[in-house]
């Protein structure tokens, strides 16, 4: 996407390539490995880059939850110009799963960042959040702006009551037998499980994921996939769909932590075709003036699996006008 318009409240760019490609050609091996101690056990992270170098360091929080690493491994890109951080939250990966639900409190996952920073003895940092890691990036750059060299929203789960608005206008724009699927899906008289399998298997394709894993990304999840996606967490925190939240994050609202966010140091980004609807992201980062806003095209909710290079592009850009501002 590289069309620019101006809105209240920031900048908003659509940003294409001229041609299309799938990200890395292999994932590198990681310069550092750590398992952190956080409340609850310890969490896997590994580093690419040089922690030391000028540039401050990036480090992207996954999805979920109970998502893992995995889907942001396209990132290590930008490991040329500045150290790139991954982890797993607690109960995801290759972190320790002691799976006790007392431990899925928003605010210790936000503490798990902090505990990421200082164990790696960063002073300031870049921070990603994408979807569920999204709410969390928010929640730590409203707590601890002093640490941030720069904040970016990904297509971030920011209000539940938002986020299943749009689920349900994304349903209702779907060929009809599926949209009535979904919707008898989620009544208490269910049909077959494997009829909502596949119904909420369109949606997906739609609008969460709408690439196949590339080659470098199946090989990697054998080879270091940890125990992967943490169903049970998910659906705790979430519920069974993600156009239906029953679990504790149900009423979840972080609205008025927009208010405290540096516009000049916050990005929204999301995918055209994203759950996270571009509307709705939009209408975010107009409450942060000066924010940035932008949309990667031919994406859906899945940005670094659906269009990698594009991504990166634009946090590339993202970055280097950050760095002019310290």
């Given at each position: 996407?590289d069309r620019?318009?101006?809105?209240?409240?920031?900048?908003?760019a659509?940003?294409?390539?001229?041609?299309?490609?799938?990200g890395?050609a292999?994932?590198?091996?990681p310069?550092?490995?750590?398992?952190?101690?956080?409340?609850?056990?310890?969490i896997y992270?590994?580093?690419?880059?040089d922690?030391a170098?000028?540039?401050?360091?990036?480090?992207?929080?996954h999805?979920?939850p109970?998502?893992?690493?995995?889907?942001?491994?396209?990132?290590?890109?930008?490991?040329?110009?500045r150290a790139?951080?991954?982890?797993?939250?607690?109960?995801?990966?290759?972190s320790?799963?002691?799976?006790?639900?007392?431990?899925?409190?928003?605010?210790?996952f936000?503490?798990?960042?902090?505990?990421?920073?200082?164990?790696?003895?960063?002073?300031?940092?870049?921070?990603?959040?994408?979807s569920w890691g999204?709410?969390?990036a928010l929640?730590?750059?409203?707590?601890?702006p002093?640490?941030?060299?720069?904040?970016?929203l990904?297509s971030?789960?920011?209000?539940?009551k938002?986020?299943i608005?749009?689920?349900?206008?994304?349903?209702?724009?779907?060929?009809?037998?599926?949209?009535?699927?979904?919707?008898?899906?989620?009544?208490l008289?269910?049909?077959?499980?494997?009829?909502?399998?596949?119904?909420?298997?369109?949606?997906?394709?739609?609008?969460?994921?709408?690439?196949?894993?590339?080659?470098?990304?199946r090989?990697?999840?054998?080879?270091?996939?940890?125990?992967?996606?943490?169903?049970?967490?998910?659906?705790?925190?979430?519920g069974?769909?993600?156009?239906?939240?029953?679990?504790t994050?149900?009423?979840?609202?972080?609205?008025?932590l927009?208010a405290?966010?540096?516009g000049?140091?916050?990005?929204?980004?999301c995918?055209?075709?994203?759950?996270?609807?571009?509307?709705t992201?939009?209408?975010?980062?107009?409450?942060?003036?000066?924010?940035?806003?932008?949309?990667?095209?031919?994406?859906?909710?899945?940005?670094?699996?659906d269009?990698?290079?594009?991504?990166?592009a634009?946090l590339?850009?993202?970055?280097?006008?950050?760095d002019?501002?310290?």
């Amino acid at each position: 996407m590289d069309r620019r318009l101006l809105l209240a409240g920031g900048l908003v760019a659509l940003v294409s390539a001229p041609a299309y490609a799938r990200g890395l050609a292999s994932y590198p091996a990681p310069v550092r490995e750590a398992m952190v101690p956080v409340e609850g056990g310890r969490i896997y992270v590994r580093v690419n880059g040089d922690l030391a170098a000028p540039r401050a360091p990036l480090v992207l929080l996954h999805g979920g939850p109970g998502g893992t690493h995995e889907a942001l491994m396209d990132a290590l890109a930008l490991a040329d110009e500045r150290a790139v951080i991954l982890y797993d939250q607690l109960d995801s990966g290759r972190s320790d799963q002691p799976n006790d639900p007392a431990n899925w409190r928003v605010a210790r996952f936000v503490d798990e960042i902090e505990a990421v920073r200082r164990a790696l003895g960063v002073t300031r940092w870049h921070v990603l959040g994408h979807s569920w890691g999204g709410t969390l990036a928010l929640e730590y750059g409203a707590r601890r702006p002093a640490a941030l060299a720069g904040l970016t929203l990904a297509s971030p789960l920011i209000a539940t009551k938002s986020w299943i608005g749009d689920a349900n206008l994304l349903v209702d724009a779907l060929p009809a037998p599926i949209r009535a699927e979904i919707r008898r899906c989620e009544t208490l008289k269910a049909p077959q499980p494997a009829a909502c399998t596949n119904a909420t298997d369109a949606f997906y394709a739609v609008y969460n994921s709408r690439e196949p894993a590339t080659d470098p990304a199946r090989a990697y999840h054998r080879a270091v996939g940890g125990r992967g996606f943490n169903a049970r967490l998910y659906q705790t925190m979430w519920g069974s769909s993600e156009f239906v939240s029953t679990g504790t994050l149900r009423s979840y609202n972080g609205e008025p932590l927009l208010a405290k966010l540096d516009g000049k140091r916050t990005l929204f980004i999301c995918g055209q075709y994203d759950e996270a609807r571009p509307t709705t992201i939009g209408a975010y980062a107009a409450r942060v003036p000066g924010a940035e806003f932008a949309v990667i095209a031919g994406a859906a909710h899945h940005l670094f699996g659906d269009r990698p290079e594009e991504t990166v592009a634009t946090l590339r850009g993202w970055l280097a006008r950050q760095d002019a501002l310290a």
